[in-house]
T-cell receptor
Framework: DTAVSQTPKYLVTQMGNDKSIKCEQN?????MYWYKQDSKKFLKIMFS???????INETVPNRFSPKSPDKAHLNLHINSLELGDSAVYFC????????????FGQGTRLTVV | GENVEQHPSTLSVQEGDSAVIKCTYS??????FPWYKQELGKRPQLIID?????GEKKDQRIAVTLNKTAKHFSLHITETQPEDSAVYFC??????????FGTGTRLTIIP
């Protein structure tokens, strides 16, 4: 009965590879997000989707491409991985009106070697 | 866009003492201010939040205060316990599907 679940939990891959992280929420929320947490623990928003539509795209390289097949899923695909992409990536969801709690997935620790 | 600053970056307090973490924000349109706790290796989880029509909110040992004029808000933890050790994040939300987080405070409770 996990509210926001993302897979995989750990991902180790070589530079130049392409990888995907999947996220699903069963809370009935319309808004989903991807956050990146670097080694200093800073939480930076990458993307925000509302009912499958892109709302926010922060200054993220276009190697990162989110895809939302339906409002319960927001996947993140990363092309040509670089060492600097190593981080923990968190998916989250909330109600679209803002002013409400954002629920986070358990995180995906991506290590690029 | 919104900019949220958080201080201190690290904080150590003796068990039983109080801890205070402070945040400032830049966008006067922001009207929702949650606080998240992240334990080691875990996801951030909401511990308390406050909306702009309220100046203070308390939940057992945790309280949050908001000063909209000065654009700052604070988290207060009283009677600290070892399980309070974690990284705490403040955040500000202007209702535009963008929750901006502060840089985090690593709180250590010394037994």
């Amino acid at each position: 009965d996990t509210a926001v679940s993302q897979t995989p939990k750990y991902l180790v891959t070589q530079m130049g590879n392409d990888k995907s992280i999947k996220c699903e929420q069963n809370l009935g929320h319309d808004t989903m997000y991807w956050y990146k947490q670097d080694s200093k623990k800073f939480l930076k928003i990458m993307f925000s989707y509302n009912n499958k539509e892109l709302i926010i795209n922060e200054t993220v390289p276009n190697r990162f491409s989110p895809k939302s097949p339906d409002k319960a899923h927001l996947n993140l695909h990363i092309n040509s991985l670089e060492l600097g992409d190593s981080a923990v990536y968190f998916c989250a969801s909330s109600q679209p009106t803002g002013n409400t709690e954002a629920f986070f997935g358990q995180g995906t620790r991506l290590t690029v070697v | 866009g919104e900019n949220v600053e958080q201080h201190p970056s690290t904080l150590s307090v003796q068990e039983g003492d109080s801890a205070v973490i402070k945040c400032t924000y830049s966008d006067s349109a922001s009207n929702y201010f949650p606080w998240y706790k992240q334990e080691l290796g875990k996801r951030p989880q909401l511990i308390i939040d406050i909306r702009s029509n309220v100046g203070e909110k308390k939940d057992q040992r945790i309280a949050v205060t908001l000063n909209k004029t000065a654009k700052h808000f604070s988290l207060h933890i009283t009677e600290t316990q070892p399980e309070d050790s974690a990284v705490y994040f403040c955040a500000a939300d202007g209702g535009n599907e963008k929750l901006t987080f502060g840089t985090g405070t690593r709180l250590t409770i010394i037994p």
